[in-house]
Each structure stands twice: as C-alpha cells, then as structure tokens.
C-alpha cells in the first residue's frame, strides 16, 4: 500500500512541545518549527511575555488528553550563552528587587507576606507573590513598584503550598518536593487517608514544607480504598475453615484478617480463608450512614476556601 509522499505544507506544519515555565512551574504547550530534545532549556514567548522554560516532552493526543486547557506558547531559540549571562543578570537583578518590595511593603503598612519575586526574561513584567487572610489594597505599592522597576508589575496572591512551590527544595524523603518536580495539580489531601494507610498520625511526619498533609499520601489511597472493599469490616462475623469468627483488624495491602475464633484465639488469616461473611457489623455500618450524612449536610454548608478542602496540622 502506496502512502502520499508529504506535502510543503505538511513539512512546514509546526511541532508541539510540553515546556515548563515560571517559577510556579507551568505546564504550557508552545509550538515551534524546529526540533528540541528533552530537559533542552528554550527561550519561550507565552501570553505574559518572553520567559525561559524546559522541554519535557513532544505534546502528542495521548499527552494533550491528560491536560486540561494548557496555556499556549511559542519557542523561540534555545538558550544561548549570552541567555546564561543575561538570567545570571536577571537573577540579581530579582533580589534586589525582592528587597526593594519589601521595603514599600513596611512602608505601606500593608498585610501581607512577600514570598518572591520573577522577573520575566524579556522583562516585560515582574510577577510580585504575596501571601494574605485578607483582601490587600496595593494599588499603591504597585504605582510606587512600576515607578522604580519601569515595567509592568503584576501581584499574584498564592496559597501555603504554593510558597513551598516557589521555596521549598527537598522533603523528609531525602528527594526533591513533588510540588517542584512533577505536581502541576495539587488535589486536596485529608487526614482519613492517612489513617486508612496507617500512618502516623503525629502531625510533625505527616506534614511538608507547606505545613500541609504531604501531597503524597493521596498517592496510593485509591488503591487503598480498593483493596479494603475486598475485605469484610472490623467487627463482621465470618466463616473460615477452622470456624466461625470475628475480624478484629484488617492488613489492607496484604489482604489479611486478624480474626478472633468462638475459643477467644487471635489469628491472622488470607481473605482466601474467608468462606463467606455470615454478619456484617451493624454499629460500624450504621457509623458509615451517619458519617454519609453529616457529610452530606456540611457540603451544603460549606464554603469554597483557599485550602481546597485540606486539613492542616
């Protein structure tokens, strides 16, 4: 089977790639005209001006359906050596900036933490993040800003877990935090996946840079959820080889029951061991309605905040 040789046009037709700009790392999808490989560092125009950014990947269908509405871009040339001398530049150029913010931040007696400062490549804007609990009037500070930098300011309100985007370097794992390698979304965590996991509940190890749950623990829940819908509940009534006998505490990943027997003995046993589950525990089904309503109920009251639905030790 004959294929058509390529057309002009489709020989001219630009690549997509997946490139990582910013300081808040952000996923964009910018074409260009010539090949690049993965971790090339690039010259990027994007819709707040010209910035540097990481190729990662070809954006391909398969990339592009695991996306949702990424913001466009065009790669311009990759980094040159006289780039490197000019973000070296910028780079100082930022601090002193930084300080600079800082000082009309005291000045205005404003309510707010100043948490960095981005100074675009092509300088045409420099992107001030704050931290705030409330609505902040910096009308001011960004006339008295765009006055001293001669360039656009912009303020960018963030939450905790973006300071430890913009901040944090390594966890208590030892490897660089997961929001500044490969988290484009941070999802909420809550403390019932940590105690479905069974870790510790002692805040000080469960918590990251962002005084938050660690991102981490959403990890493998889902998992976890699956594999305890296969095992009867704490308190059910089963039958196994030996007998008639209760579960008394379940070993989610390795699919085990610690069961005590009519003779009071305490065993731990396969679910393969289970013959069928003769009664269910009815206190803790009617705990999991109770809770389904409550839950239901505080839905209906609850209001949208910055923590996204997290809880914080």
Known sequence: MSTAPPTDETKSSPMKYVVRCGSLRTLHVATSKSSFHYGEKVIVRTDRGMET????????????????????????????????????????????????CKRHIQRLRLDMKLVDIEHLFGGERVVVYYLADKRVDFRQLVRDLAAEFQTRVEMRQIGVRDEAKLLADYGDCGKPVCCNTHLSAMPPVSMRMAKLQKATLDPSKISGRCGRLKCCLRYEFDTYEELQRELPPPGAQVLTRDGKATVIFQEILAQQLLVQTED????????????????KNATNDNRTTSKSKKKQKSKKLDTPSDAGGEENL
């Open 53 to 100: 950014g990481e190729v990662l990947v070809e954006a391909t269908e398969h990339t592009l359906s695991h996306m949702a509405d990424p913001p466009g871009g065009q790669i311009l040339r990759s980094v040159s050596g006289d780039d490197v001398n000019d973000l070296s530049h910028i780079s100082d150029q930022s601090r002193q900036e930084f300080d600079a």
């Open 264 to 279: 009071n003995r305490r065993v731990l046993i396969d679910l393969s061991d289970v013959l069928s589950v003769v009664k």
